[in-house]
């Protein structure tokens, strides 16, 4: 009969949120099913820290794309923080799909977020074997055969497990299908053309810690915050000549780290904060002034009142 692939006469829209070990994939699947640069990518892990939405629209369905910080042993109140946002993110979505790179073997991390799915109940759950492209088809089979029964031995029951690579777009626009099948009826939650609505401070901020992190990660893996304190587009300037003005403060959390993001006579910081504007000059296709100072806020990590003030 058919009537219900070609003309679809019932719109669906919801929310999916992939998961995944640090650099599983997500954000880049992210980024190929939405079809623009929203999230965050990098070749480290955990860079991911804001919830930011891509929007996948199409003419049968609206699919709202929720990033989520990685899950991770708490060590710190900021560890814990993390996990319940990732835990709440869980329980209110449609569709979590859990990314498992097929260069890696499944491992203890991936045990750790199947674990704590399991106690998830109503939502659906995928499995996606990420970075096909690199491995051979001998190599994925056995991947997800693995993963099968990781989630056997977890109690966590999959709807489907699919392969896909973000990077040459395979399957990529299968798994939009895959998630678009589960998502109740419903209008659509965003007006079109609305790519992300993570706020463009969040987008910016997140930039700038990515710049700031770069090639000093092992030295000060968390211990980097970014608050943008201003944005705003200079007033008086012709309309064919933008410029967005950005003041933003780089919080560390001691004297030591100070000194390693500003380098030798601000060498270091000056570099970040070119590589950082040019990013979000290409984001937000808007010419930026970006103004950086590095702040101390001591041990922010463990003191509730400063990740208030930071966000978290
Ligand atoms: N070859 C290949 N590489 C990929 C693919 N998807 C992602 N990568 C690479 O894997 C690395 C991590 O990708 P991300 O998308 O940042 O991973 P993530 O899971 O969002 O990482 P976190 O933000 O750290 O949690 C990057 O270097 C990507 O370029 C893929 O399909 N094929």
């Not at 990098?42 to 860079?47: A, D, L, R, Y």
């Not at 977890?154 to 392969?163: C, D, N, S």
């Not at 399957?171 to 463009?200: C, I, K, M």
């Not at 943008?228 to 560390?252: F, G, N, Q, T």
Request: hydrophobic share 40%; net charge neutral.
């Amino acid at each position: 009969m058919g009537r219900v692939a070609e003309h679809p006469d019932t719109f669906r829209s919801g929310f999916a949120c992939f998961v995944g070990r640090p650099n599983a994939g997500k954000s880049t699947l992210t980024n190929a099913m939405v079809g623009s640069k929203v999230v965050i990518t990098s070749s480290k892990p955990q860079t991911t820290r804001t919830v930011v939405r891509g929007i996948v629209n199409r003419d049968d369905a609206q699919l709202v794309l929720v990033d989520t910080p990685g899950l991770h042993r708490p060590r710190t109140l900021l560890g814990e923080r993390l996990n319940d946002l990732v835990r709440t993110t869980w329980a209110e979505v449609d569709i979590v799909a859990v990314c498992f790179p097929a260069d890696e073997k499944p491992g203890p991390g991936d045990r750790f977020i199947l674990t704590e799915l399991a106690k998830v109940r109503r939502t659906v759950k995928f499995a996606v074997a990420t970075k096909t492209d690199l491995v051979t088809p001998e190599q994925l089979a056995a991947h997800l055969l693995a993963i099968q029964a990781l989630a056997d031995d977890l109690g966590v029951e999959f709807a489907e497990i699919v392969p896909v690579s973000a990077k040459s777009g395979d399957q990529v626009g299968l798994l939009a299908d895959l998630f678009v099948g589960r998502l109740p009826e419903g209008p659509q939650l965003y007006p079109d053309g609305e790519l992300s609505d993570a706020p463009e401070e969040n987008i910016a901020a997140e930039l700038i810690r990515e710049a700031a992190l770069e090639g000093v990660r092992d030295e000060l893996p968390h211990s980097i915050a970014v608050v943008v304190e201003e944005m705003a587009l200079k007033p008086d300037r012709p309309a064919d000549k933008p410029l967005l003005v950005i003041h933003a403060s780089l919080y560390v959390e001691r004297d030591s780290q100070k000194g390693i993001v500003i380098g030798h006579r601000g060498a270091r910081l000056r570099e970040v904060g070119t590589a950082a504007r040019k990013q979000i000059e290409a984001i937000l296709g808007t010419p930026v002034y970006l103004d950086l100072h590095v702040k101390i806020a001591k041990d922010w990590q463990r003191d509730p009142r400063q990740l208030r003030k930071l966000g978290f």
